[in-house]
T-cell receptor
Framework: DAKTTQPTSMDCAEGRAANLPCNHS???????VYWYRQIHSQGPQYIIHGLKNNETNEMASLIITEDRKSSTLILPHATLRDTAVYYC??????????FGAGTRLTVKP | DVKVTQSSRYLVKRTGEKVFLECVQDMDHENMFWYRQDPGLGLRLIYF???????EKGDIPEGYSVSREKKERFSLILESASTNQTSMYLC?????????????FGPGTRLLVL
């Protein structure tokens, strides 16, 4: 059963912010929201995670709504190398990562 | 930086062969995982281990076994490879069990079984 819903694909212009949405309406109180990305033929790369507060690191920002039912990953200045499949994951207590289909982000020149 | 390495990026084996996929992490993580990734199916958990010599079945353990003799090394074994085990195999590690721990992935091994 899918715990997250993401758009299948998105485009973004190089240098602009990429905003990737994720719905997780059934998230429970102790579950975190994780974001990973996977560039073709490579292993998934961790980006960021959060519980209820917004988070920022050197790669991205994570905005989680107050009701925690959705979140947005923001890549502030997308580059061509950010073209990848982005996965939003709600992580359960047993440390099991459930990757869905993700969003295929294409950054265009 | 966390480093998870896998013994091979690409592997070609014949049906019936015994196949060993090795994974090593250098961050003293307690937990290690083996997934396979197939188009349209996402990542599926095969086995995981939360301590040396401990192992737990994931969602699709049939046809696989694992070994964790040392904390840093987690091996996936295909006892008798079959064509439906052609896939991308991904190893991951994380420092602790619990909802807030991040898994770090290796580069993957693309296995082709002929």
């Amino acid at each position: 059963d899918a715990k997250t819903t993401q758009p299948t694909s998105m485009d973004c212009a190089e240098g602009r912010a990429a905003n990737l949405p994720c719905n997780h309406s059934t998230i429970s109180g102790n579950e975190y929201v994780y974001w990973y990305r996977q560039i073709h033929s490579q292993g998934p790369q961790y980006i960021i995670h959060g519980l209820k507060n917004n988070e920022t690191n050197e790669m991205a920002s994570l905005i989680i709504t107050e009701d925690r039912k959705s979140s947005t990953l923001i890549l502030p200045h997308a580059t061509l190398r950010d073209t990848a499949v982005y996965y939003c994951i709600v992580k359960d207590l047993y440390n099991d990562m459930r990757f869905g289909a993700g969003t295929r982000l294409t950054v265009k020149p | 930086d966390v480093k998870v390495t896998q013994s091979s990026r690409y592997l070609v084996k014949r049906t019936g062969e015994k196949v060993f996929l090795e994974c090593v992490q250098d961050m003293d993580h307690e937990n290690m995982f083996w997934y396979r990734q197939d188009p349209g199916l996402g990542l599926r958990l095969i086995y995981f281990s939360y301590d040396v010599k401990m192992k737990e079945k994931g969602d699709i353990p049939e046809g696989y076994s694992v070994s964790r003799e040392k904390k840093e090394r987690f091996s996936l074994i295909l006892e008798s490879a079959s064509t439906n085990q052609t896939s991308m195999y991904l190893c991951a590690s994380s420092p602790n069990t619990g909802a807030g721990e991040t898994q770090y992935f290796g580069p993957g091994t693309r296995l082709l079984v002929l």
